[in-house]
């Protein structure tokens, strides 16, 4: 079983500009959103994926993901997809010895940036930099598929 062990956060600061690493742009749209999980089509750069996800809310869940190809990618997105589509730029960010990918959203989210730690085991311990915010992985309204029916553009606190 393949497994995701994830952390989001908001910014502090912009500071992490100043330690990007790469920038990629990325589009993907939801055919599916359930209680029990999400499957999306996603494009970066010239690649693109299938990804399965159990809709579990935390630090760790199921997920599958299946590269196809890009024309298949982007006639899925725009035939079959859920609008608004998620577009964002992942910025990478190395710190410490983990890799931080900082999502800065577009489109009907922007003005979001959420960054997020994947971790190799359950528990592992990372050093959280001086520009890293508030921890959001238990809020719903953060997760990329809940972008889509609740985008940041619409939200009244924000």
């Known amino acids: 079983m393949a497994v995701e062990i994830e952390h989001k956060f908001l910014l502090a600061n912009d500071e992490w ?3 990007i690493q790469k920038s990629v742009y990325y589009k993907q749209g939801y055919l599916s959103s359930q209680p029990t999980s999400s499957i999306r089509v996603r494009i970066a750069d010239k690649q693109a ?8 809310i935390g630090t760790h869940r199921q997920e599958y993901e299946y590269e196809i190809p890009c024309a298949d990618a982007n006639e899925i997105i725009e035939a079959l997809c859920a609008k608004p589509l998620v577009e ?13 990918e900082i999502d800065e959203f577009e489109g009907d989210n922007k003005g979001l940036i959420v960054a ?22 238990h809020e719903l309204r953060y997760y990329n598929n809940n972008l889509v029916k609740h985008p940041y553009s619409k939200w009244a606190n924000k």
Not at 88 to 100: P, Y
């Open 17 to 19: 500009r100043n330690h």
């Open 49 to 56: 994926w299938l990804n399965i996800k159990s809709a579990v």
């Open 88 to 100: 964002k730029v992942r910025h990478f960010v190395s710190n410490d010895k983990h890799l931080w």
């Open 116 to 137: 997020e730690i994947e971790l190799k085991a359950i528990g592992e311990t990372f050093l959280k930099p001086a520009w890293l915010g508030a921890e959001v992985t």
